[in-house]
């Protein structure tokens, strides 16, 4: 039988050791949302949180609950605007880079 990998703690430990990886999945998550595909944009912020800042990190960054910011950014999260601004912020700041977004052509 052949051994599995948690996929989630595996990209967790890519972003720790890999700073273009994590910056590449950042950048991807902003595509993704100007793009009309949040939900997958959230699940990649929500795992760059995690091997990051951390919940409870973020949440003193951002003035919001941890919890909240948990709901944000799953599946089904509705964060606002401005919540939204304050994670990639957050992000972006924790990897010390900026964020390109990626143009997507229309058929």
Known sequence: MALTRNFKQTVIERIERDPKFAKALLDEAA???LSGEPE???LILRDLVN???GF???AVLTDKPSKSLHRMLSPKGNPSMDN???IFDAIRTRLNV???VHTVELA
Request: proline residues 0%; aromatic residues 6%; without cysteine.
């Open 84 to 86: 939204l601004a304050a």
């Open 56 to 58: 409870e990190h973020l």
């Open 98 to 100: 900026g964020i390109e």
């Open 51 to 53: 091997a990051t800042v």
């Open 40 to 42: 997958t944009a959230r």
């Open 31 to 33: 595509t993704l949302f």
